[in-house]
């Protein structure tokens, strides 16, 4: 049986992503599924609903995000245990942090499944990263 699932390109919203958020991927594990990342966000940027798969750590490095019902402020440290669930995440002011996470985040809306991340999507991202100097160069 088919899942019921649009499973679209990794980058569908790169243009949103480019101006608004950026990410650089520091680590991969992939015996256990688990990467490292540094996240940044432009104030105003707001990720879409998701669900964690895993557990999750997230350092806030700088500035200040909304999530759920509080707000991350430089210095927090937070841990999102498997299986939580959060509305939309709001970049307050533009702002940095650490994320380290154990497995897969699924992204949705009012109509389901979206898509998701996990290392192999981090694995992606990391390896186009390392391409782009490299293209450029040659130029």
């Known amino acids: 049986m088919p899942l019921p699932q649009d499973i679209r ?11 608004r958020s950026s990410v650089k991927v520091l680590w991969i594990g992939r015996e256990t599924g688990t990467w490292a990342s540094l996240h940044h966000w432009k104030k105003g940027y ?19 995000l909304q999530v759920r ?25 533009d702002t940095t ?8 985040v699924l992204f949705f809306d009012e109509n389901g499944f979206t898509r998701y991340t996990n290392w192999e999507v981090m694995e992606k991202l990391r390896s186009q990263a390392q ?3 490299q293209a450029e160069a040659a130029e």
């Open 69 to 93: 019902n509080g707000v991350l402020n430089a210095g927090d440290y937070v841990y999102e245990p498997s299986g939580i669930l959060h509305d939309a995440t709001t970049a307050l002011e």
């Open 131 to 133: 391409a782009t100097p």
């Open 97 to 104: 942090y650490l994320f380290i996470c154990n497995g897969a």
């Open 9 to 19: 390109p990794v980058f569908q919203d790169i243009q949103d992503t480019l101006v």
């Open 46 to 64: 707001v990720a879409p609903p998701h669900k964690h798969l895993a557990g999750a750590h997230a350092f806030i490095i700088s500035g200040k």
